[in-house]
């Protein structure tokens, strides 16, 4: 199956600074490529996702990038705030037969953001 | 639009008790249905997940089980609770569209289990 790598662990940074995340995974066929953010004691929260058709996607301070060639893809936050801290999950997904809509998670970044 | 219940939100349990926690879906058809596993400060654990009524694909091993009875509920049961199965337990959800799965999972509130 799809195996999805993700780094850092943890990640602190200033308010106001960049935050990037960066994840790979395995199968060349996985082609939906989802983040998440949970706070603590919430449920993760879909925040953005690319498919594989697109290298870079935007949402106001979030980003996402993919690299098909590479196998991988990364989240960028800029203009951090404290609010943005919370663990950050990434996953892909293979559009495959009966494995069609399951996800394969990384592991999480902490990310804390100091005011 | 869509929405996913999941109940109880808290639960404490001993150990050798049963266990069933149910999740449901709203305003979607024939969805795909997920239940996970998050112990404290870790990952998402895949246990089960469904692309129909009847059909169950189990992703870990354990002396948990589950059923969908119906289109849009999912429950997740257990026999005898360990202690290693506390944790935090989410029911997930795919739409459906026309032309097949739409990608975009979507998590329920979760259910906070601590067996005792």
Redesign the interface.
């Given at each position: 199956g799809e195996n999805v790598e993700q780094h850092p662990s943890t990640l602190s940074v200033q308010e106001g600074d960049s935050a990037v995340i960066k994840c790979t995974y395995s199968d060349s066929a996985s082609n939906?490529f989802?983040w998440?953010k949970q706070e603590l004691g919430k449920?993760?929260?879909?925040i953005i996702?690319i498919?594989s058709n697109v290298g870079e996607k935007k949402d106001q301070r979030i980003a996402v990038t993919l690299n098909k060639t590479a196998k991988h893809f990364s989240l960028h936050i800029t203009e951090t705030q404290p609010e943005d801290s919370a663990v950050y999950?990434c996953a892909a997904?293979i559009?495959r037969g009966?494995t069609?809509?399951?996800?394969y998670?990384?592991?999480?970044t902490q990310l804390t953001v100091w005011p | 639009s869509q929405t996913i219940h999941q109940w109880p939100a808290t639960l404490v349990q001993p150990v050798g008790s049963p266990l069933s926690l149910e999740c449901t879906v709203e305003g979607t058809s024939n969805p795909n249905l997920y239940w996970y596993r998050q112990a404290a400060g870790r990952g998402l654990q895949l246990l089960f997940y469904s692309v129909g009524i009847g059909q169950i694909s189990s992703e870990v091993p354990q002396n948990l089980s589950a059923s969908r009875p119906q289109d849009r509920q999912f429950i997740l049961s257990s026999k005898k609770l360990l202690l290693s199965d506390s944790g935090f337990y989410l029911c997930a959800w795919n739409p459906k569209g026309p032309s097949g799965t739409i990608y975009e999972q979507y998590f329920g509130p979760g259910t906070r289990l601590t067996v005792t």
């Open positions: 939906y989802p998440y449920r993760p929260q879909l996702d498919r999950f997904s559009n009966s069609l809509g399951r996800l998670f990384g592991r999480g | -």
